[in-house]
């Protein structure tokens, strides 16, 4: 892996170990999640999958023919999980750095929906469009989520930072920075902490240049400091 495919495949990593990034045993660490969670190694395909589809365009002749296998192999190996799995995230959805899938199983997400940094997604998650309407299109979620078990977002709509998406909600409305989203239809309940202690293991913005990346939506008002650190377990 170069540099580029390197950053935004470690940030991932460091969520589910918490190991610094680029230390010594970073790729022993790296090759070890891939055979332990299923979780991770969908994600580092995803995105290897989309870093080599856009690699093919900067090549010509002969070594674009190479890239191109190089894509249909990681696209072809992609596909495979997604149905071993039954993970359905396309690898070119919009997510930001530090994605973390907190157990494996029916996470179904639209190619056209946007996610920010250091986002948790839960076993059953469905991040939809909405088809008519006024919020025909698909969701844009902010940093700092984190998405319960089977909870549901469609539509054009915009999920801020700092939100948790409560176990089971029904999201299809605008949600502001610092709140917790309850029941189905989905209450709003202002929390400035929403998602302290939730989210585990987040990125430094500073190591991993995140401010200067367009990727991710919503960059105004993210969360900082030391409480973010805490360790949570996984399961």
Not at 100 to 108: E, K, M, P, S, T
């Amino acid at each position: 892996m170069n540099d580029k495919l390197k950053d935004i495949v470690y940030s991932d990593l460091f969520r589910y170990t918490g190991n610094a990034r680029r230390t010594k045993h970073i790729y022993t660490t790296y090759l070890q999640e891939l055979r332990s969670s299923p979780e991770f190694h969908y994600i580092s395909l995803m995105r290897r999958t989309k870093f080599y589809e856009d690699d093919i365009k900067t090549h010509d002749g002969f070594l674009k023919f190479l890239c191109r296998i190089r894509y249909e192999f990681f696209n072809w190996r992609l596909t495979r999980q997604s149905l071993k799995y039954h993970i359905q995230i396309p690898y070119d959805t919009k997510i930001g750095k530090g994605f973390y899938l907190a157990h494996f199983g029916r996470v179904i997400i639209h190619p056209k929906a946007e996610i920010g940094y250091n986002c948790n997604v839960s076993t059953g998650v469905v991040i939809g469009t909405q088809f008519r309407g006024k919020r025909k299109g698909a969701p844009h979620i902010g940093n700092f989520v984190w998405i319960g078990a089977n909870a549901v977002i469609v539509g054009n709509v915009t999920i801020g930072n700092n939100v948790l998406i409560a176990p089971g909600a029904y999201v299809n409305f605008d949600v502001p920075d610092g709140s917790i989203v309850i029941g189905n239809p989905g209450l709003i309940r202002r929390a400035p902490g929403a998602t302290l202690s939730y989210i585990n293991n987040t990125i430094q913005f500073d190591e991993y240049n995140v401010m200067s990346d367009p990727t991710p939506v919503n960059k105004s008002q993210i969360p900082t400091g030391p409480a973010r650190q805490t360790r949570q377990s996984r399961y």
